[in-house]
């Protein structure tokens, strides 16, 4: 009977996918649509879209591709998953898109629809990814381990918890980690990855949000709201009496959600200020928009709560999947139909929220790109914790020794963690030294009777090669101001080259450094070094990003490649004006 059964959904399939439309068109609206745009995929979407910091709208669709429309609904491009997603999306500052899938795998793909890497996890992704301020990648797993992955896929450090890791981890203001587990606790780490603290709870912790006043509230199974401070210490517990699906936040109250339909706000000091019924099942976290609270229900319903919280708009959708709220007014939602939605909200006919201070955690994952970040940032004792860190103590003692003496010690010693890959949790202070250490007579200048006395530029050399090595972005101003100052001509090939393995570009400045530095020496002598570390940083920068970008980039490599240089050199630039793009390396070690 089992083929009977196959046969019998095979059919429906090929029913369905022969009323959807083609994967990846525009669906056609109706008069008077409340749609700004409809697109159609080849499978159910089951996450929410996420909008990258262009206005470029993604879902993964379970059809194993991952999609990509400009604002309008006009499909981009699709990439080729090569395996069915998980419920696992972010979009990084740079425009980076992070996804895992149902194999384990967790890739980065570029704004013009590239693979830049993959990475084996050791078990499917819990949740969405977070992404620091420095562009790394918070990614939990079912198994209880949470990585820290640079913006290249490099391991920076990883931590095993008790539990299978239970959902997004979030970042404050003040850089602290908080992620749950299935152990029933909430807990605190650093940016290095050292644990600050853990909370237990009587009942399973669900999605985290981050108040106005720098506290963790979050829900639990067993129907109640939770605020913990920074420190670690339960401020205030209140009971909704079903199971809480979600937290959201703006400057003056909580917001929490439940499957039975329950919405309330709460003051931040714990005071229930209202409480809703929407008579509806909700199915995903609520958001705030202005003076208004947007809900999704599980019959694909958007519900919409006026400023006196009483329910005054509902707009039925064909979809049941979660919602997403971008930063241009519009409303995205991904649903079991195949179809992305975007709603314009006024022509809803719900309610138009009028525009008020940004909230500190208006939706899940903070903003429609899930970074999992805000900028709230509490009272931390994080710089105090790192002043207690005996391997961070053990390193400015080194650096203490006089002259440069102690900037040697510190290369030295890093260099053979780089070498040996051992960096690990000492990755978020060291790159912080050498970073200093770049900056060593030009933007950190000592002088003694009106002269320069710290100019090593042999040193910023060997410091820049070894950001070049670690790759953080975290890295990237420090390099922009050295590129800028440096008037050595090996520091200078260093640095550039530096700028080159970190990659990441969105804004196109270290493009510009690099054109501004070259072209300035101009009169001078060909300098092969210079023009091999400028042709292979816009290389490295135009793989990252998907295309050479600054139209000033190509005509340095024109310059490059018709020059005085050496043929290595110059066919170097000729080959990436040609397209070999693909022949630049990104995440290599070295």
């Given at each position: ?8 959904t ?98 980065a ?119 913990v ?26 917001v ?28 995903s ?25 009483a ?89 203490s ?17 780089i070498?040996s ?14 970073e ?26 060997a ?73 292979g ?17 190509v ?20 080959s ?15």
């Open positions: 009977m089992r083929w009977r059964h196959a046969l019998a095979f059919i429906a399939l090929c029913a369905l996918a022969a009323l959807a439309p083609a994967a990846g068109t525009q669906a056609a609206l109706p008069q008077s649509s409340p749609y700004l745009w409809r697109a159609a995929t080849g499978g159910q979407i089951r996450g929410r879209p996420a909008v990258g910091p262009d206005g470029t709208t993604y879902a993964l669709s379970e059809d194993s591709y991952l999609y990509a429309w400009v604002s309008g609904g006009s499909l981009l491009w699709k990439h080729d998953l090569g395996w069915l997603p998980w419920d696992c999306l972010a979009v990084s500052g740079d425009g980076t898109v992070y996804a895992g899938l149902r194999n384990q795998d967790f890739i793909v570029n704004p013009r629809g590239g693979r830049l890497w993959t990475v084996r996890l050791d078990d499917l992704p819990a949740g969405d990814p977070a992404v620091a301020e420095d562009g790394t990648v918070l990614m939990g797993t079912s198994a209880g381990t949470l990585s820290a992955l640079s913006h290249l896929g490099r391991r920076e450090w990883a931590v095993t918890l008790p539990g299978a890791v239970t959902g997004q981890p979030v970042i404050d203001g003040a850089g602290t980690i908080y992620v749950t587990a299935a152990d029933r606790r909430l807990y605190a780490l650093t940016q290095w990855g050292e644990f600050k603290w853990s909370l237990p709870f009587t009942a399973a912790p669900g999605a985290l949000a981050i108040a106005a006043d720098g506290s963790v509230v979050l829900g639990t199974d067993a129907g109640e709201i939770v605020a401070s920074p420190s670690g210490d339960a401020m205030w517990k209140k009971s909704l009496g079903a199971p809480v699906i979600g937290v959201a936040a703006d400057a003056l109250q909580i929490a959600d439940t499957r039975a339909g329950r919405v309330a706000g709460f003051s931040l000091d714990g005071r229930e200020l209202w409480r809703t019924d929407t008579g509806r099942t909700l199915g976290p609520p958001f705030i928009r202005g003076d208004l609270v947007f809900l999704s229900a599980q019959d694909g319903s958007l519900v919409a709560l006026d400023s006196h919280h329910v005054s708009g509902i707009l039925k959708t064909a979809a049941v999947g979660g919602a997403t709220a971008a930063e241009g007014g519009e409303i995205l939602v991904g649903g079991r139909d195949w179809v992305v939605y975007s709603l314009d909200v006024a022509a809803t006919g719900l309610p138009v929220p009028h525009p008020g201070t940004p909230a500190p955690w208006p939706q899940s994952g903070h903003d429609a790109r899930h970074s999992g970040r805000t900028s709230a940032a509490p009272p931390a004792d994080n710089d105090a914790l790192l002043a207690l860190n005996s391997d961070y103590l053990y390193l400015t003692a080194l650096a020794a006089p002259g440069r003496e102690g900037i040697q010690l510190v290369l030295d010693d890093l260099g053979r963690r070498s890959r051992s960096l690990d949790k000492s990755t978020w202070y060291a790159v912080r030294m050498l200093n250490v770049v900056g060593t007579g030009l933007t950190n200048r000592s002088l003694q009777n009106q002269q320069l006395v710290n100019d090593f530029p042999d040193l910023r050399a410091a820049a090669g070894l950001l070049a090595r670690v790759g953080s972005t975290a890295s990237r101003a420090a390099l922009l101001d050295a590129v800028n100052a440096e008037t050595d001509g090996v520091a200078l090939a260093a640095e550039i080259g530096a700028l080159g393995a970190i990659a990441s570009d969105g804004d196109g400045a270290a493009l510009r450094a690099i054109v501004r530095a070259f072209t300035s020496r101009a009169g001078l002598p060909p300098d092969n070094r210079l023009a091999l570390a400028v042709v940083s816009i290389g490295r920068i135009a793989v990252y990003g998907g295309t050479l970008g600054e139209p000033s980039a005509a340095i490599l024109l310059a490059i490649s018709r020059g005085s240089y050496d043929p290595a050199v110059r066919a170097a630039a000729q990436i004006l040609q397209g070999g793009l693909k022949t630049v390396i990104l995440n290599d070690e070295e």
